[in-house]
């Protein structure tokens, strides 16, 4: 299987900025997403990155602010968010993909991550 393990999640005023990481470790995969979960409400994709080619799409809710990428040495994705808004409030999750699934479906991920939480304040 896949381990992720998100961190770099905290308090931050908004307008302010945070990356988030997800340390991969255990089988291969071939794609990382990023989704997130305000209390109430469904997990919501936020941006997918094929491992190897780089190649990325995001939700149009983030685009702009956020940016997905990859250390393919460190095995380890990031989300770099901008800009972070009260809205942005949130658990977020990082997932893996063991196919070259690239879609916004929870179930197109194989493993999650246990989520780390960012809060925004006003």
């Known amino acids: 299987q896949v381990q992720l393990v998100e961190s770099g999640g905290g308090l931050v005023q908004a307008g302010g900025s945070l990356r988030l990481s997800c340390a991969a470790s255990g089988r291969t995969f071939r794609t990382m997403g990023w989704f997130r979960q305000a209390p109430g409400k469904d997990r919501e994709f936020l941006a997918v990155?094929?491992?190897?080619?780089?190649?990325?799409s995001y939700a149009d809710s983030v685009k702009g602010r956020f940016t997905i990428s990859r250390d393919i040495a460190k095995t380890t994705g990031y989300l770099q968010m901008n800009r972070l808004k009260p809205e942005d409030t949130a658990v977020y999750y990082c997932?893996?993909?063991?196919?070259?699934?690239?879609?916004?479906?929870?179930?197109?991920?194989?493993?999650w991550g246990q989520g780390t939480q960012v809060t925004v304040s006003s």
């Open positions: 990155i094929r491992w190897t080619g780089g190649d990325s």
């Open positions: 997932a893996a993909s063991v196919g070259f699934y690239i879609g916004s479906s929870r179930s197109g991920y194989n493993y």
